[in-house]
Nanobody, 116 residues
Framework: QVHLVESGGGLVQPGGSLRLSCAVS????????MGWYRQAPGMQRELVAT????????KYADSVKGRFTISADSAKNTVYLQMNSLKPEDTAVYYC?????????WGQGTQVTVSS
């Protein structure tokens, strides 16, 4: 069983920054892709950003391009999401996800609230 634990969420003012972390209980190279998703109240969960564990392919939702950056540290088995220029519409629970070719793993989520 693989465990993903997110941290770094919180309350931030519009225009501010946060960095989310996702600690993975085994080597991230056991996954073929890691990602961040988010779910706002009353909305479906949506993709924010993904990264292949080879680090060769990054994908972003149009709504976060140029503001968010996904990265991975294989030595720490941790995936990050740097979020800059945050907007109120970025408010959501953010979930870390890891995929193997047979399994799909999720963290418990971390709340991000952007409000003045």
């Amino acid at each position: 069983q693989v465990h993903l634990v997110e941290s770094g969420g919180g309350l931030v003012q519009p225009g501010g920054s946060l960095r989310l972390s996702c600690a993975v209980s085994r080597s991230i190279f056991s996954m073929y892709v890691m990602g961040w998703y988010r779910q706002a109240p009353g909305m479906q969960r949506e993709l924010v950003a993904t990264i292949t564990t080879a680090g060769t392919t990054l994908k972003y939702a149009d709504s976060v391009k140029g503001r968010f950056t996904i990265s991975a540290d294989s030595a720490k088995n941790t995936v990050y999401l740097q979020m800059n220029s945050l907007k109120p519409e970025d408010t959501a629970v953010y979930y870390c996800n890891g995929k193997t070719f047979r399994e799909d793993y999720w963290g418990q989520g971390t709340q991000v609230t952007v409000s003045s």
